[in-house]
């Protein structure tokens, strides 16, 4: 690599630091129970586990001394603008080699298994051991630092055209040239997405554990592995990894990758998917996490390919950009992940990471984004809600006030609408569900409805028969546990709201169509 397309790449990053922040459109998305969801899963994994599991074997990563080819690389890049010759590289690789065979003896003496070795990204090695032996391996000669090797799950929240990427395409192109790594569940490379066949059976009939011919790397998806086969899932201490050298998306657990790298930079299918950020940019697709879901703690294996892939120990053909929409609840700066990461953003690799998407939690950044010089995305709104210009409610002086909004899943947008501006007045009924018979009050005016009885589709209809400019929903109290504010869809699902008896009503997420159009607003506040 050279300097020079440093600033190409600076640009492309901007392009692509939505990629660990995407997600489905909001209406297709369970939103009462995402963020809940999401957030007791990562956390299940810290407070479920006993001593006396912390006291059996962990996994740890073992950092040694003598230099990574990556920092090899970075003191090179420094000193005279050019990374190390391959020679150099190479023969780097194989001191680090050196030390870590030289160092094996010393960990099995400790009872630590190697279980994966590392050279380019970081010279450690990921090790199964007895927590009690963790301090014995910290003291070793050579030893760097001893760090656990934590177990990431996938985060996937926002959205391609919210960030504006059509002004970057005019601006800095479309990532042509762009060699841009998924670390993920792998990329469903028979998708038109990517310029497959884009039929089932393409998928269907593709066996995920060999690479029959002619079926892949394709002109889009130009390479990657599958470090976790099929059936790996981290959170079984049962489970082992079964590499296989197909990384296509399958399976019950698929394609969280497979939308990671539509949206960073798939070619769009007309009618149906949009193009990604970067529709220009090669793919290579990593494979981490098995076919059924579950956790991975393979990232830093994956980093490593996407630093080296045909590992000769030469980064000559390292990827330019490294997604990861994933990770811990808390990073770890030595976690091997983080270390890779620093160590590839130091050469001007491209590395995003997902920060995590569990709300206003302080220190919740994750690992592998914790890395300093990593491009760490957050979603700064628990689901990924955006936040828009905000409704006034002129009436009653009760709740009269600016509220913010964000946009939900109905038909009209706050784009087309502009600001909202109208009394609140309650419905009769006030369940909405039948026509109202104060329909010349609402009209004009926000519809103030009760949840229940009937759906989100009904009382839409309800109100805007009676012409009403907006709607707003509130909770009935039927479940007190159900307080986040969330965007409410307008396909007739009932979701819900909060109500509290001695306030009055709470917003936990009113669903207000401005001239009957959807938009929802997600601030909790007491009428
Ligand atoms: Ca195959
Ligand atoms: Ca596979
Ligand atoms: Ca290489």
Redesign the pocket.
């Known amino acids: 690599m050279d300097h020079h397309a440093l600033g190409t790449r600076s640009r492309i990053a901007t392009a692509l630091l939505v990629a660990s922040l995407v997600a489905l459109p909001t209406w297709l998305q369970a939103a009462e129970t995402s963020v809940k969801r999401s957030f007791n899963e990562r956390f299940s994994g810290l407070h479920g586990q006993t001593l006396d599991n912390i006291r059996r074997q962990v996994e740890m990563f073992v950092r040694f001394d003598q230099p990574s080819v990556s920092e090899l690389n970075v003191a090179t890049l420094q000193a005279t603008g050019n990374f190390a010759s391959p020679a150099e590289q190479k023969a780097q690789a194989a001191r680090v080699s050196q030390q870590q065979a030289a160092m094996s003896d010393s960990l099995a003496s400790h009872g630590a298994k190697i279980l994966s070795q590392q050279r380019v990204g970081a010279n450690g090695v990921r090790v199964l051991v007895s927590a009690d032996a963790v301090e014995s391996l910290r003291a070793l000669p050579g030893v760097r630092s001893v760090a656990r090797v934590q177990t990431f799950k996938k985060d996937n929240i926002d959205s391609v055209p919210w960030i504006g990427a059509p002004a970057v395409w005019a601006a800095s192109g479309r990532g042509e040239g762009v060699k841009v790594g998924i670390i993920d569940s ?1 990329i469903d490379y028979t998708h038109a997405d990517f310029g497959g066949p884009g039929t089932v059976a393409a998928h269907d009939n593709n066996d ?2 060999i690479i029959e011919p002619g079926t892949f790397p394709t002109a889009k998806v130009k390479g990657g592995y ?1 470090f976790a ?2 059936n790996y899932d981290a959170d079984d201490p049962t489970s082992v990894p079964t590499p ?1 050298p ?3 998306d ?1 399976g019950p657990g698929g394609g969280h990758g497979t939308h990671v790298a539509g949206t960073a930079a798939g070619i769009g299918v007309p009618g149906s998917v949009g193009p990604g950020v970067a529709p220009g940019a090669s793919l290579y697709a990593i ?1 981490v996490f098995g076919d059924s879901g579950g956790s991975t703690n393979l990232v830093s294996l994956a980093l490593e390919w996407a630093m080296d892939p045909n590992g000769d120990g030469d980064m000559s053909d390292h990827l330019d950009v490294i997604n990861m929409s994933l990770g811990s609840p808390f990073g770890d700066p030595n976690d091997p992940s983080a270390i890779s990461s620093q160590n590839a953003s130091d050469l001007g690799i491209i590395v995003v990471a997902s920060a995590g998407n569990e709300g206003t939690i302080p220190y919740i950044t994750g690992s592998p984004a914790v890395a300093p010089e990593a491009i760490s995305v957050a979603a700064s709104r628990p689901g990924g809600n955006h936040l828009y210009s905000r409704f006034n409610a002129t009436a009653p002086a009760s709740v009269a006030g600016l509220y913010e909004s964000a946009e939900g899943a109905g038909p009209v947008t706050l784009a087309s609408t502009g600001p909202i501006s109208a009394a609140l007045v309650n419905t009769a009924p006030a369940n909405g569900c039948t026509p109202l018979t104060n329909a010349a009050a609402v009209s004009g005016k926000i519809a103030l409805v009760i949840r229940g009885t009937c759906n989100f589709t009904v009382k839409y209809q309800v109100a805007a028969a009676a012409g009403a400019k907006a709607l707003v929903v509130y909770n009935d109290g039927a479940d007190p546990t159900r307080v986040d504010p969330i965007i409410m869809a307008a396909d007739g699902t009932t979701i819900p709201l909060r109500q509290t008896p001695s306030k009055g009503v709470t917003f936990a997420g009113c669903f207000y169509w401005s001239s009957m159009g959807g938009h929802a607003r997600t601030e909790r506040r007491s009428v």
Do not use: E, Q
């Open positions: 792998g995920p554990t599958d086969g099929s296989d197909d990384p296509i399958y494979k």
